[in-house]
């Protein structure tokens, strides 16, 4: 399907898999988001950039259904995985958040490492994580999106590289 252009309604690219998650850039005249689908196609779930930003601090506000795994502890480790896998990562951003996404292999396991571009905060979320995520509806991922009470995040040091 198209539009009164001619250009694409939707446009989907597979990114990869971890484990039996599909991971796929999806992009219509809204908006780029990531969509998540169960291997059995029976659960999926899309995420803006907005929402992957606020998943980058999930070791600072956690939530009870999601139980991810933080890949470092701040903002210069999470650098230092995303330099091994910045140039293959995708880039998704709306006029609230810039974020990139990789496919990544960690501590022998597959995973999504998701940056917030602007914080420097980074997460890996690995099969389980993501298949929670699957579960989820929107209002679930609020906690993370509202940074009202977050006034200390480490920031990364713009004069070290």
């Not at 780029?32 to 999930?58: H, N, W, Y």
């Amino acid at each position: 399907m198209s539009d009164a252009y001619g250009k694409p309604w939707r446009v989907e690219r597979l990114l990869g898999s971890v484990g039996r998650v599909q991971v796929i850039r999806y992009e219509t005249p809204t908006g780029v988001r990531l969509r998540l689908v169960a291997a059995d196609r029976g659960r999926e779930a899309f995420l803006d950039p907005l929402e992957l930003e606020g998943l980058t601090r999930i070791r600072y506000k956690p939530i009870p259904t999601l139980l991810a795994v933080a890949l470092g502890d701040g903002a210069g480790e999470a650098a230092e995985v995303w330099r091994r896998h910045a140039e293959v990562a995708e880039w998704l951003q709306n006029e609230f958040a810039l974020v990139g996404v990789a496919l990544v292999r960690a501590q022998s396991e597959d995973g999504l490492l998701v940056r917030d571009m602007n914080a420097g905060l980074a997460v890996v979320l690995r099969e389980p994580e993501l298949e929670s995520l699957l579960g989820l509806r929107h209002m679930d991922l609020a906690p993370l999106v509202d940074t009202s009470d977050l006034v200390a995040l480490p920031e990364p040091d713009i004069d070290e590289d």
